[in-house]
DNA sequence: ATTCGTGCAAACCGTTTGCAAGGGA
DNA sequence: TCCCTTGCAAACGGTTTGCACGAAT
């Protein structure tokens, strides 16, 4: 994603370009769904007088504008995307580590299942797959 | 699920059987998908005398052991499940409610799409898919 | 001038922890 | 007796809130 690119989203969501936003969306960027805390560490770094605060109203105010969205965790530390379009998610079973994981094919299969097999009493606007599992081979960082 | 079921299931997990184990266990199956404040709302009006974090280390007990599962939420509120066995979810938009989902024809399709195309660097060892909508109809409560 | 956004710090609240007492095996 | 389990209460930690100041329109 280009600078521009978010930059305009968050102008696009009617919120103003702020330095604190900048940094917070170039936090969600660098990182792959980061929790809370990283991006907090993470802005801090460059930029200590941003409040915790702050940080925590901007998450709020862009999950809420639909600029970003809360990943689930099981062990309910709060996780971000900066991803908004539709795909899964592959989880490490410790849940130490996300990664997005695109596959068109699988989510149109999934797709016509459920629209020939309608489910009683419910209207899918959404869905998504969780993928659990060991990362395996190599491991930077 | 009938008393002796869970009973067993405790007693085979190498717990002895409590009232307070039992408690927690009923408020679980009473309730569909019930939040840890919920259990105990629901365990303490037979119960006054059960002590708050007497349930939680019960809930965490049966979490570790597989007797129950954790369920994701996007608003970071921790839902206990007494299925263990695999299934899908159906999550109402505002998460006020989840139900559960028996796909068994679903499942093998993304069971057979991910056995077929693998993905690099990944084990899959189990999924869960979340289906995000609206129940329409009928509702009680 | 008015609205929006930020910094700061206190408050909040769900959850965890430590410990002493109770109760089965 | 020994170990598991509970009750209690204090502590914890991530998140939220209130408010006054500052910046943008």
């Known amino acids: 994603m280009k600078t521009s690119d978010y930059k305009k989203k968050i ?4 919120l103003r370009i702020t330095p ?5 969306m170039e936090a969600l960027l660098r990182n792959s769904h980061p929790t809370a ?3 907090i560490e993470n802005v801090q770094k460059e930029h200590p007088n941003i409040a915790i605060g702050t940080i925590y109203n901007i ?3 862009f999950v809420r504008l639909n600029i970003i969205t809360r990943v689930n965790t099981e062990n309910s530390v709060t996780r971000f995307d ?3 379009e539709r795909h899964h ?3 490490a079973v410790d849940i130490k580590e996300i990664e997005d994981y695109y596959d068109d094919k699988l989510t149109k299969l999934i797709l ?6 309608n489910i009683p009493d419910f209207k ?6 969780q993928l659990i599992g060991e990362f395996i081979g190599k491991k930077e960082k």
Request: proline share 3%; with cysteine.
């Open 89 to 91: 998610h592959l989880y």
């Open 37 to 39: 805390e990283k991006i």
């Open 59 to 61: 998450l709020d105010t």
């Open 20 to 24: 604190q936003r900048i940094a917070v």
């Open 124 to 129: 899918v606007k959404d869905f998504k797959l």
């Open 11 to 14: 102008k696009e969501a009617g």
């Open 112 to 117: 016509d299942h459920l629209k020939k097999c």
């Open 82 to 84: 900066p991803v908004t």
